[in-house]
């Protein structure tokens, strides 16, 4: 599974932004995917996830109301959908694969795309 991030930037707060997460390989399917974040200093979190169906989704209690996970399985994508974005947003995003299951734990996932920095200007 080969992973690649994209649609990070510079936003305002209160803006938005749409993550996208292109898969490829022939497990990207079945695959459960979830988007992670790191600020320096701190270590990687999980943001939000979802099943390889699409039915079910997690997200982190700070991004819950304001981010929408989503898959759209005929484009092997991923997208995060992230509204009214705090400073404390600001991170470098990554999205990973988990192969094996359904999962929110960052040990469960195998494959980790490159990474897109997200800046939130107050």
């Known amino acids: 599974v080969q992973l690649q991030a994209s649609g990070g930037g510079l936003v305002q707060a209160g803006g938005s932004l749409r993550l996208s997460c292109a898969g490829s390989?022939?497990?990207?399917?079945?695959?459960?995917v979830g988007w992670f974040r790191q600020s320096p200093g701190k270590e990687r979190e999980i943001v939000a996830a979802?099943?390889?169906?699409?039915?079910?989704?997690y997200y982190a209690g700070s991004v819950k109301g304001r981010f929408t996970i989503s898959r759209a399985t005929a484009e092997n994508t991923v997208y995060l959908q992230m509204n009214s974005l705090k400073p404390e947003d600001t991170a470098v995003y990554y999205c990973?694969?988990?192969?094996?299951?359904?999962?929110?734990?960052?040990?469960?996932?195998?494959?980790w795309g490159q990474g897109t920095q997200v800046t939130v200007s107050s």
């Open positions: 390989g022939r497990t990207f399917g079945s695959s459960a």
């Open positions: 979802i099943s390889w169906s699409g039915g079910n989704t």
């Open positions: 990973a694969a988990d192969v094996s299951g359904w999962s929110w734990h960052r040990s469960s996932y195998d494959y």
